[in-house]
């Protein structure tokens, strides 16, 4: 999903950082309020949210974190919903083993964004297999490696210096000398997962 409009707006409506880059948490709190709620910032009244109105904005928080379209978004929640297990570790672990996001995890990406467009462009394999489909989604076992034609890309320049001081979660074996990881188990437990995100909420907007 290709979203064009004013980021830090988007990220002030959310009232989180969407989209990971350190610029927006100094916008959050250089400005802790949504837009049009500077009357409310000063000492106004802000406007209640009714509990579907919650449960809109976190479905869009989700969207926006994972960069996926409000269909991409209900098809994971009906393959949840059909698969046995609890629905929200279940859409939190489908969402996470996605390649941009994995990718990200790895450490290899500043950005979920940026993990995208390297996908795009080709810049990954899978299991030897050059791979543009963000959405692809990673099983245990499964080895992702830069092109070799592509390691010396300026790119990763500053992504594996950050990535000396990054430690990538346990169920992901990443190695910077050659810029690849492997996905040692599948995120299945609260800490593998997104923060910040009550994912029973986007469960209740769908179920209406």
């Not at 969407?18 to 802790?32: A, F, M, N, R, T």
């Not at 083993?97 to 996908?119: K, V």
């Not at 070799?148 to 430690?167: C, D, M, N, T, W």
Request: hydrophobic share 35%; proline share 4%; charged share 25%.
């Amino acid at each position: 999903m290709r979203y064009t409009g004013p980021k830090a707006r988007r990220v002030r409506r959310q009232n989180f950082n969407v989209y990971g880059s350190d610029k927006y948490d100094k916008i959050l709190q250089k400005k802790p309020y949504p837009p049009g709620m500077q009357a409310a910032a000063r000492g106004g009244r802000a406007a209640k949210i009714s509990e579907y109105g919650k449960q809109l904005l976190e479905k869009q928080k989700v969207c926006a974190i994972y960069g996926v379209h409000d269909k991409q978004l209900r098809s994971v929640y009906a393959e949840a919903s059909r698969t046995v297990g609890q629905t929200d570790s279940l859409m939190h672990t489908f969402l996470e083993r996605r390649l941009d996001s994995t990718l990200f995890r790895a450490g290899f990406a500043a950005t979920r964004l940026q993990s995208r467009q390297f996908i795009s462009h080709g810049l990954f394999t899978v299991n030897g297999v050059r791979v543009t489909i963000a959405s692809y989604r990673l099983k245990a076992g499964d080895i992702v490696k830069v092109r070799e034609q592509r390691k010396s890309s300026p790119v990763f320049g500053p992504i594996l210096s950050a990535h000396q001081k990054y430690i990538a979660p346990d169920w992901i074996k990443s190695d910077p000398t050659t810029i690849s990881f492997e996905v040692k188990a599948l995120p299945s437990e609260e800490k593998h997962f997104e923060m910040g995100i009550d994912m029973r909420k986007v469960i209740g907007f769908y179920s209406r």
